[in-house]
């Protein structure tokens, strides 16, 4: 993970910190991993993630910016509970890179349109790298490329859990943007990203309701500091490599 200071227009100023560490996996490193890596069985054997560490270190930041939030954010508050209280931003889906002239939204591509070549595939690199690109002017617009993301983060959303529902709405929950998302300490669930208007909006709070009647007030309050703090602060970049 890398932590960084950005201006209220998305100008990145300084890398304040990074946080690296080793978690022993449940089974050997495969050997196409190792070849893209360099990590090891043995370099891995007996290490172990602080909790305690990366709580801290995730701790002042008001925004989580990672590649691919879809993977990253599942697998973060899995483990950490504190990412369930940030904001997240996804670099490589909340910014129309085609749209901008890269040829896609691939960190190999992002990061041969801005001038830079990358051939490592560890997590703090990946990090440093996709750095560079966020802190990169895209030419249409002249701001930096963390400013259009930060523009989408800034935008309220909410998620949805519509826990116990009947299987047979499953079609009909689909339909509306649902998922079927399986998490420890909660039972199966189905999960929106984004609450929308209208006629079918309010169907999926009532099938929600449970859920958000315990946690609207305190989530509120949590959103609204979390995006008054978004105008300009700190936010760290993060990657994990599963071995």
């Known amino acids: 993970m890398v932590k960084f200071d950005y201006t209220a227009e998305g100008r990145i100023v300084s ?17 196409e991993i190792t070849a ?5 069985d043995e370099m891995v054997a007996g290490q172990r993630i602080d909790d305690a560490a990366v709580s801290a270190f995730v701790d002042d ?9 879809g993977f990253e954010r599942k697998f973060a508050e899995r483990y950490w509970p504190i990412f369930e209280q ?8 909340e910014i129309d890179w085609r749209k901008h002239g890269f040829a896609g939204a691939q960190l190999g591509y992002l990061l041969t349109g801005v001038g830079f070549f990358h051939q490592a595939h560890r997590a703090v690199d990946d990090c440093h790298a996709l750095l560079e690109v ?9 701001a930096p490329a963390l400013a259009l993301l930060l ?14 529902s009947p299987f047979e709405l499953k079609d009909s929950l689909k ?3 649902y998922r079927l998302e399986r998490r420890q300490r909660r039972s199966t669930q189905v999960v929106v990203h984004r609450c929308r208007r209208g006629r079918a909006g309010r169907r999926d709070l009532v099938l929600a309701k449970r859920d958000l009647h315990a946690r609207r007030r305190a989530r509120r309050a949590a959103a609204d ?3 008054a703090l978004l105008g300009e602060g700190l936010a760290w970049l993060s990657a994990f490599a599963l071995a």
């Open 36 to 40: 893209i890596t360099g990590i090891t």
């Open 86 to 93: 940030k904001a997240w931003g996804c670099s490589a889906t």
């Open 151 to 164: 523009e989408k983060a800034r935008k309220p959303t909410m998620r949805i859990w519509a826990e116990q």
């Open 175 to 177: 339909r509306r943007g």
């Open 225 to 227: 500091r979390l995006h």
């Open 134 to 142: 966020l802190a990169f002017e895209l030419p249409d617009t002249g």
């Open 61 to 69: 930041a008001v925004i989580t910016i990672a590649y691919n939030s």
């Open 15 to 31: 890398v304040r910190d990074t946080f690296a560490a080793f978690n022993e996996p449940s089974a050997p490193i495969p050997p």
